[in-house]
């Protein structure tokens, strides 16, 4: 079992930035490679950015690609989403999530079966 737990969330004007965190507790954290999803209203939850058990690798989703860097410190069992240039349209529900299904990439929500209770970012325009 694993349990995450997201912070960091708030309401932010367009162009400002906001850090996300995802503490971990349970089974060793540095097994899994990490991902952030965000779900707006009436839209389906959408792959955000995944990074390595070791942060060696990382991706990200075109849409914020750029602007949007993930990290991971294992000491702490943590793993951060730095958002910076800020858009109204980044305005989503974020969560973290542990991947554990290999036959599922990384953007796909299906591969991820540990998830936080998610941190609500909102920007303004």
């Known amino acids: 079992q694993v349990q995450l737990a997201e912070s960091g969330g708030g309401l932010v004007q367009a162009g400002g930035s906001l850090r996300l965190s995802c503490a971990a507790s349970?089974?060793?954290?540095?097994?899994?490679?990490m991902g952030w999803f965000r779900q707006a209203p009436g839209k389906e939850r959408a792959f955000v950015a995944a990074?390595?058990?070791?942060?060696?690798?990382?991706n990200y989703a075109d849409s914020v690609e750029g602007r949007f860097t993930i990290s991971r410190d294992n000491a702490k069992n943590t793993v951060y989403l730095q958002m910076n240039s800020l858009k109204p349209e980044d305005t989503a529900l974020y969560y973290c999530?542990?991947?554990?299904?290999?036959?599922?990439?990384?953007?796909?929500?299906?591969?991820?079966?540990?998830w936080g209770q998610g941190t609500q970012v909102t920007v303004s325009s």
């Open positions: 990074i390595t058990w070791n942060g060696g690798y990382t």
């Open positions: 999530a542990a991947h554990t299904a290999r036959q599922y990439g990384w953007g796909d929500p299906r591969g991820y079966y540990y």
């Open positions: 349970g089974r060793t954290f540095s097994d899994y490679t």
